[in-house]
């Protein structure tokens, strides 16, 4: 029996239960007892198996990383596979009135499709009018508190930046939420995480009590300076105010209130997602 051997996986990435095509040859007429690996895990839903190509599903448990194709005890070559994360824990999320949104910032550098966001870290690319992200200060470690900061470019763009069943929330979407809480002068107290322990004191009137635990991620100005950790958190909507600015909502440690204002379409700011 030859050797199986992989010529492409198509595409290169995807989400767990994705349908794949592996394509090569000597994989045999039908699949029998061969299976295919990713890393360690091993597909249970095949679709299609001929001798050139296999379309299968990727498994529970993947991860990013070598797939194989082993047929009568024999392996074929690896090729890179990459998960792209889409599992959301019900912890993350909170139901405010009909709406259900995910309650940590975005941290993600791919689209749905696995193309890849470009980071931003330098005053040259800084004021860009297509899609970026960067960390503030361009440091991972406020990443891992307050996410990354997105452009409007990425909050719009056609590959979609949230993961299936999700959504950057329009402003109609963000202004039923505050409604919800009671209006423009006391939501924001309801959704800022109590204490200091990320925001900046005095955090006038946070209580938390909607379970939001909004945060202040501050934000990355068209004038390439970042202002405004701690101080303030700033969420898109996907709604645009004019061809160079989109509409967000913002919220400050200084007291209870929602702020809506628009801002240069280059600029970066946090975003929340919404499900669909």
Request: net charge neutral.
């Amino acid at each position: 029996m030859k050797t199986p051997s992989i010529t492409a996986i198509v595409p290169d990435s995807g989400r767990i239960g994705d349908t794949i095509t592996i394509t090569g040859t000597n994989f045999g007429s039908d699949r029998g007892t061969s299976v295919i690996y990713f890393n360690a895990v091993q597909a249970v839903n095949y679709i299609n198996w001929n001798d050139k190509s296999i379309n299968v599903q990727v498994p529970v448990g993947a991860t990013t990383g070598m797939v194989s194709v082993v047929v009568n005890n024999q392996k074929s070559n690896d090729v890179n596979f990459r998960i792209i994360t889409q599992y959301i824990p019900k912890s993350d999320t909170i139901i405010i009135g009909s709406q259900v949104w995910l309650v940590r910032p975005l941290d993600v550098d791919h689209y749905q499709n696995g193309d890849s966001i470009p980071e931003i870290r330098d005053t040259a690319g800084a004021n860009t009018k297509s899609a970026a992200w960067c960390y503030y200060n361009n440091d991972s470690a406020n990443g891992k508190i307050y996410g990354k900061l997105y452009n409007w470019y990425a909050v719009t763009d056609h590959r979609g930046l949230a993961p299936k069943g999700w959504h950057i929330p329009t402003y109609s979407e963000w202004n039923l939420l505050v409604k919800n809480l009671g209006g423009d002068s006391v939501a924001g107290g309801k959704m800022k995480e109590a204490g200091t322990a990320h925001w900046n004191i005095p955090n006038t009137g946070a209580t938390n009590s909607s379970g939001f635990t909004a945060l202040p991620g501050g934000y990355h100005s068209f004038d390439l300076n970042f202002y405004d950790i701690k101080n303030y958190g700033m969420w898109w909507t996907s709604t645009e105010y004019l061809p160079s600015g989109g509409w967000y909502i913002s919220m400050s440690f200084q007291n209870p209130y929602i702020m809506y204002n628009h801002i240069d379409k280059s600029s970066g700011l946090s975003i929340i997602l919404i499900r669909d």
